[in-house]
T-cell receptor, first 109, second 115 residues
Framework: GEDVEQSLFLSVREGDSSVINCTYT??????LYWYKQEPGAGLQLLTY?????DMKQDQRLTVLLNKKDKHLSLRIADTQTGDSAIYFC?????????FGTGTRLQVFP | NAGVTQTPKFQVLKTGQSMTLQCAQD?????MYWYRQDPGMGLRLIYY???????DKGEVPNGYNVSRLNKREFSLRLESAAPSQTSVYFC??????????????FGEGSWLTVV
């Protein structure tokens, strides 16, 4: 079945870049997503990429997709303390999303 | 701009009690979903409804039932709560029964504790 994997923790210094990685198994995935969850809140869609693209940039966010290796990454430039949250990778190919375990990003001064 | 509304936000149940989580969306979406979130396990799909009148099992349906009352509402019922169902539950909705890049919306979550 489908599976999406992420590392659980990432710690970076304020002002540095953060790179959160994700691997998935479903080669027929149509869209891949990054969601952000702040403490006590729901999930907020950050960005997404269609499977026929290999890169998408949106302000401080850069998504890279290596479809051959089924690897997705999210780069956050100039990471701020407000970026501290859990980041979820997700994939879909029909009408439901499969989520990864989430990566907790901690930003320290 | 209500979006997806879930109730209750917090609930404590005793083992064996029943309860229903309510979810409503005001975006005229066809598809609705119930996920549970547990530490270190991400979000797991419990049930989903691709359109009014249909429901399908997700990854972890055991111990739950759902009802798609109408296009707006999708409820999740625990008939006999167990401590293993202590979790945060998220309802979500999406457009047209097929996800595109920016049309899935989540509620704010319901924190359920079973003692």
């Amino acid at each position: 079945g489908e599976d999406v994997e992420q590392s659980l923790f990432l710690s970076v210094r304020e002002g540095d870049s953060s790179v959160i990685n994700c691997t998935y198994t479903d080669s027929s995935s149509t869209y891949l997503y990054w969601y952000k969850q702040e403490p006590g809140a729901g999930l907020q869609l950050l960005t997404y990429i269609f499977s026929n693209m290999d890169m998408k940039q949106d302000q401080r966010l850069t998504v890279l997709l290596n479809k051959k290796d089924k690897h997705l990454s999210l780069r956050i430039a100039d990471t701020q303390t407000g970026d501290s949250a859990i980041y979820f990778c997700a994939e879909s190919n029909t009408d439901k999303l499969i989520f990864g375990t989430g990566t907790r990003l901690q930003v320290f001064p | 701009n209500a979006g997806v509304t879930q109730t209750p936000k917090f609930q404590v149940l005793k083992t064996g009690q029943s309860m229903t989580l309510q979810c409503a969306q005001d975006m005229n979406h066809n598809s609705m979903y119930w996920y549970r979130q547990d530490p270190g396990m991400g979000l797991r799909l419990i049930y989903y409804s691709a359109s009014e009148g249909t429901t399908d099992k997700g990854e972890v349906p055991n111990g739950y039932n759902v009802s798609r009352l109408n296009k707006r509402e999708f409820s999740l019922r625990l008939e006999s709560a167990a401590p293993s169902q202590t979790s945060v539950y998220f309802c979500a909705s999406s457009e047209m029964g097929k996800l595109s890049g920016n049309t899935i919306y989540f509620g704010e979550g319901s924190w359920l504790t079973v003692v």
